[in-house]
């Protein structure tokens, strides 16, 4: 019977290790790898930007045109822009990848496929993680309508402002990307930002979703924009 209790202690003991190690794994060690690679990645678009290898990638708002240049295409798992909410913290930056594969949600936010480039007709959307690799939007239900979302490619600043959100759903619910969302007010063809995320905090059964509109745009050279300036 000693020899029974022993080892079903043993065996307890070996199976909370083991949680508390994936608990840690989980909460710790992927948000170290996650920031690193986001700081990579980070660094790479500040590598590209400096050799002048980006080229300008859409028109203004009002089409007044920014260039006639043909922009880059973006490239899976490629970082292309970089993201500024001033609601979630002066140092909060995060870089946009292409595709929403689960290796790109790790090392950024990811740009869904097929929606619309940066800055142009149609929706922006950009998917993130909720909590692990990185938190990038824990604070995401802090968002609020009037806030900004800016964004960079390097050769222009994109400013968005939030008209709605966080709006939840379900995951089955893919018209928020759609290129007028019919449940985000807007009515019209337009230069829109979706941001979506998980719900609850530490799960996955529904999204929270916001919606912005272009509000400005600027050239690099003149510094940044008001938004971030605050």
Request: glycine residues 10%.
């Amino acid at each position: 019977m000693r020899v029974i209790v022993r080892t079903v202690s043993e065996l307890c003991i070996t199976v909370g290790t083991l949680i508390v190690l994936f608990v840690v794994y989980v909460l710790f060690w992927t948000g170290v790898r996650a920031d690193g690679a986001m700081s990579d990645q980070i660094d790479e678009l500040h590598r590209q930007w400096s050799q002048g290898s980006v080229r300008p990638t859409t028109t203004a708002p009002g089409e007044q045109t920014i260039t006639a240049t043909r922009p880059e295409p973006y490239h899976y798992g490629r970082p292309f822009a970089i993201m500024y909410i001033p609601r979630l913290g002066s140092t909060w930056n995060k870089p946009v990848l292409e595709g929403t594969g689960t290796d790109v949600l790790q090392k950024g936010l990811a740009h869904y496929a097929g929606t619309a480039r940066l800055g142009q007709e149609g929706n922006f959307a950009v998917a993130g993680h909720r909590r692990t690799y990185g938190d990038p939007f824990k604070d995401f239900p802090r968002l609020r309508p009037g806030d900004a979302v800016v964004l960079t490619d390097g050769t222009t600043w994109f400013t968005y402002r939030i008209d709605k959100g966080p709006y939840k759903t379900v995951p089955a619910d893919v018209e928020v990307i759609d290129p007028v969302p019919r449940k985000s007010g807007y009515t019209r063809p337009g230069r829109y930002l979706t941001l979506t995320t998980c719900d609850p905090e530490w799960g996955h059964s529904h999204r929270l979703i916001v919606w912005a509109h272009l509000d400005a745009t600027q050239p690099v050279e003149s510094g940044q924009p008001e938004a971030l300036r605050r």
